[in-house]
Nanobody, 122 residues
Framework: QVQLVESGGGLVQAGGSLRLSCAASGRTFVSYAMGWFRQAPGKEREFVAT????????NYADSVKGRFTISRDNAKNTVYLQMNSLKPEDTAVYFC???????????????WGQGTQVTVSS
């Protein structure tokens, strides 16, 4: 079974940037669609971005469109989330997850990482 580990979270000022990484175990990483989700205190987990197996198709939540970029490097078994122009409302625990197909529905993802904290100060 694939295992996912996020890294790259931290504390940044509003307007700054962070790059999150999600490293996947196993030899079949190329077969997975990957997604990023986030959950702020007291809020539901929400969709952020997703990418298909080849990296050729992506989808973004309206709240991050134009600021965040999802990408993947299958040779490194890693998916990334480049976050620019960060806002305090981006503060959350960010999770990566694996699915069989491209989807923004969290219930369709079957494997999740442990999460990494992103805090944006004003």
């Amino acid at each position: 079974q694939v295992q996912l580990v996020e890294s790259g979270g931290g504390l940044v000022q509003a307007g700054g940037s962070l790059r999150l990484s999600c490293a996947a175990s196993g030899r079949t990483f190329v077969s997975y669609a990957m997604g990023w989700f986030r959950q702020a205190p007291g809020k539901e987990r929400e969709f952020v971005a997703t990418i298909n197996w080849s990296g050729g198709v992506t989808n973004y939540a309206d709240s991050v469109k134009g600021r965040f970029t999802i990408s993947r490097d299958n040779a490194k078994n890693t998916v990334y989330l480049q976050m620019n122009s960060l806002k305090p409302e981006d503060t959350a625990v960010y999770f990566c997850a694996a699915a069989a197909v491209l989807t923004s529905v969290p219930q369709t993802y079957y494997r999740w990482g442990q999460g990494t904290q992103v805090t944006v100060s004003s």
